[in-house]
């Protein structure tokens, strides 16, 4: 479990001053007032496209492989939009990192909080299950400010991004939880502390069972959702934060409590978080992070689907 980190002067070092350069431009950039900020965003996810061809491959493929009745020309808009939303993922970046709490409250509603309150009821954990969407980071923040709360996640390579994206994920949070720390996350939720986990990337084959997923029928999907469900046996609770079309700013939407989690059955708990996933997804379908290659993991003897 890492708490709030304390700065080092070995970050100083000079292999880290073109980290410390971006660090800086992203934080000059996230002052502009917001509506030039999703400009930006917007005009910097669709020149991305020049050089990430690889990613809209694979952007592209998820897209077929999910929803193999769109026509060709609805992929290619959605490709489009998609890394807009990727832009501005980035910046959104930088205001979950950057924004005082008072500009971070300006920009969201809450829907549902009362779901998890009520979940939380004598001193219950709570295992937010998030999704990958492009405003991740920030919905963590929108969230924190809520109910401050624990996360897993994977360390960085660059110590000065781990140093800077934990400490930035600290300002409205407790702590952050490695996520092969499975016994932490367990003791947390038996704590009563709400922690958040997504479950909805391709983690590789160990500790993975396949189950459907849209319109792929054996995608890699976590099993670590089921055993701390089964070890803690927290409320579970979705939690996403949907970019407003308008520009008006977020919504963060926490639904009631999942009810019906099979949790005596590792394959129909796979299969039923997927489902809840897809659910999640296709609030904002256009904001998932799609270049993910989300079915990297094939059954074996399978060949791969990119």
């Known amino acids: ?30 002052q502009l007032p ?19 061809k690889r990613r809209i491959r694979i952007t592209r493929r998820n897209l077929e492989l999910c ?13 489009v939009r998609n890394f807009e939303s990727l832009g501005m993922g980035l910046l959104e970046t930088g205001m979950a990192w950057f924004w005082s709490d008072r500009r971070v409250r300006r920009w969201f509603t809450v829907n549902g909080l009362h779901n998890l309150t ?28 809520c109910q401050p709360m624990m996360a897993m996640y994977r360390p960085h390579n660059n110590k000065l991004m781990e ?38 990337q391709d983690y590789g084959p160990k500790g993975s069972v396949f189950a ?23 409320a579970m609770i979705t939690v996403v934060l949907i970019r407003n079309e308008d520009g008006s700013g977020y919504e963060l939407v926490i639904q009631p409590e999942l009810k019906a989690y099979p949790v005596e059955d590792e394959q129909q708990a796979a299969a039923y978080m997927n489902k809840v996933i897809e659910r999640e997804i296709m609030r904002a379908p256009n904001q998932y992070m799609w270049l993910h290659r989300r079915f990297k993991t094939r059954p074996e003897g399978k060949t791969s689907l990119y």
Do not use: C
Request: aromatic residues 10%; without cysteine; glycine residues 10%.
């Open 118 to 145: 009520a979940a939380q009821q004598d001193g219950r954990g709570a295992l937010i299950i998030g999704v990958h969407f492009m405003s991740l980071e920030l919905g963590g923040r929108a969230m924190g400010l």
């Open 1 to 30: 479990m890492k708490a709030s980190p304390r700065f080092n002067r070995s970050l100083l070092h000079p292999r880290y001053w073109f980290t410390w350069a971006g660090l800086g431009l992203l934080f000059l950039l996230v």
């Open 34 to 52: 917001f509506p030039l900020i999703q400009k930006l965003g917007t005009w910097m996810g669709r020149t991305s496209m020049r050089f990430l």
């Open 67 to 79: 929803f193999p009745d769109m026509p060709a020309e609805q992929i290619e808009q959605r490709i």
């Open 212 to 234: 459907p997923l849209f319109a792929v029928p054996q995608a890699a999907t976590t099993s670590g959702t089921w055993m701390i469900a089964r070890l803690a046996k927290p």
């Open 163 to 200: 140093w800077v994206q934990t400490k930035g994920r600290m300002r409205s949070n407790k702590a952050m939880i490695n996520r092969r720390d499975l016994r932490g996350m367990v003791q947390a939720l038996k704590q009563g502390e709400a922690v958040w986990f997504a479950p909805d």
